[in-house]
């Protein structure tokens, strides 16, 4: 997968269907924010490629919501990671939120419900590409997500030309519970020091 096709779709599809992870907000107001409207709970363990697919066959807009108190971003590029437990019309825009969470998680007995909270993932050594597909998954919006010179950690560099690079060091460090207020940083060079 190229960095620069991976970038462009999750553009096109964040820009096109209003994919949100309140990133924001700081987590006290994530956590205290009502849904405003009635979510219907999705049957059964909805797959949210599908769900996307049926929803724009019916000419609708969606976006792309985690059904949890996490606030995760749910990244459009692994759609079939994601189940849809709930789903909430917006008809004054033609449009649906869909909630979901990783397929590896039941879904919240209610929408807004706890969920295990992910661990930051070790990164140190794997390419910056990688790397970002995987912080992406865990739930950090693209907004939160900061790769950095190794040698000069204030210089923040665009992922493209450092898709190959390796990650040297990461902040959060590998293991932290996972925060969506948290911002990341990937320190990265070709070679690492």
Known sequence: MVWAALVAASTVLVTACGVSGAPDRDDSARKAAPVTGSAKPVP??????????????????????????????????AAEGYVVCFEKEVPDL????????????????????????????????????ESLVDVLVTGYNPKRVKVVEADDPGRVIEPK?????????????????????????????????
């Open 44 to 77: 059964g363990r909805a797959d949210l490629m599908a769900f996307m697919k049926t929803t724009a066959d019916a000419g609708k807009g969606f976006s792309l919501k985690d059904a949890t108190i996490l606030g995760r971003y749910i990244y459009p590029g």
């Open 94 to 129: 033609e449009a649906v939120d869909l909630y979901a969470v990783p397929d590896k998680e039941n879904c919240p007995a209610r929408l807004g419900g706890k969920a295990p909270v992910p661990r930051v993932p070790d990164l140190s050594g794997k390419q910056v590409e």
């Open 161 to 193: 030309p450092a898709a190959t690079w390796r990650v040297c060091a990461q902040k959060p460090r590998a293991g932290t519970a996972f925060d969506a207020s948290d911002e990341l940083r990937l320190q990265a060079a070709e070679k690492c020091p």
